[in-house]
């Protein structure tokens, strides 16, 4: 098993509330909420960033819409 790190994060005492209140309405702890949604966060940007790289070759190489690429023949 990898080793785990701990971090502190200060949040707002709502959203500490908001935290507690699924997590137990869903019997998963706090710190599993937290990973899960950080890991999504950091795919999320992963992937903008991804996209944005990937757009800005596409348009030099003449593609500009999705309907360009969906009208590719493989």
Known sequence: ??????INVRVPSAL?????????SEHVPIS??????LREF???RKFRKLSKEVRAYARKTGFVTD????????
Do not use: N
């Open 67 to 74: 309907e360009d690429i969906m009208g590719l023949k493989t």
């Open 1 to 6: 098993m990898p080793v785990s790190k701990l």
């Open 42 to 44: 950091l795919a999320v």
């Open 32 to 37: 599993d909420l937290v990973r899960d949604s």
């Open 16 to 24: 500490q509330k908001e935290l507690q209140d699924m997590s137990r």
